[in-house]
């Protein structure tokens, strides 16, 4: 069968609202009509490449059995926003490496720094966290001592994290002391992430939506940004309940700003501060 994009029917309301469903019960992420044309063109997109002509037919596909769930995870792969840059809320960033530098010169503790990035997306986001966490260890003269996991649900995005590679253009902003100290640059002119920095990151792929069925792992401080912007306001915050019983006491919970408004939860208290949205666990 030869067909473009152009040639097949728009998405109709039974198929949308299908779609939208299975998108939220299985991401959390919310489709409004706003996004109506985006849910159309990328799926129709996967559709012309397994010459599939109608919605629901492919819908059915991806609901069935083990082949449905790998295509799942090829199609949402191209749903999610996966839109992120080194340093993207400096000031966020700036407050997890304070909080560790404080917990360095207070005590005298020797365990590990475990820090959990999630919805990380191609890394930029934990490995920006990385170079602070590891400069705070400089400041105080002590060998660098953390972990982080990074959880996305893209297996694209984490293939890509992984290789800690990028191009000139995602460096641009990039402070250069950064760059001149943290990446090497390879012979095709990418830039990639120096092995010790990738070795302190584990990259996992999960859905935020399923932290219940994750290991176990107390964590001092979870860092969270432009992820729960695209779930329900009671989804945001169960998700933000959920964290708080990964935070081991004294750990921080950060977020993007505004992302979550009116949350409050007996053993979160809010940091002060008007550029970042935090959260300590007392
Ligand atoms: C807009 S990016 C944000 C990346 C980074 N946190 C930042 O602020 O730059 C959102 C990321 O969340 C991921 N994501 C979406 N739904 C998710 C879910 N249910 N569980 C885990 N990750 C998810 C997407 O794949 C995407 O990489």
Redesign the pocket.
Known sequence: MVWSLQSLPELNDIEFERWGKLLEE????YMGDQQRVFLQTQVAMRMRELDFDSYSKYLDFVLDGVSGMLEWTRL??RL??????FF??KESIDMVAQHLAKRLVDSHDSESFELW??????G??PYSLAMVLNDAYKWVNKDPLYGITA????RA?LSLARTGIYNERKLERLDQNYRQRYFTTLDDGKYQVISSLRDRICFNQ?????ISEMPVVKVDAI?????LI??KRWLRENIMNAFVERLKPGGILVI?LGEVVDWSHPKMKRISTEEVQAYVHI
């Open positions: 299985r991401a959390g992420i949402i792969d999610v926003v996966k839109e992120t840059s993207r809320h990035s999630v919805g990380c997306s191609s930029e986001e959880t996305d649900i893209s995005a999960g859905n935020v939506l399923n860092y969270c940004q432009n992820l695209y779930f993007g």
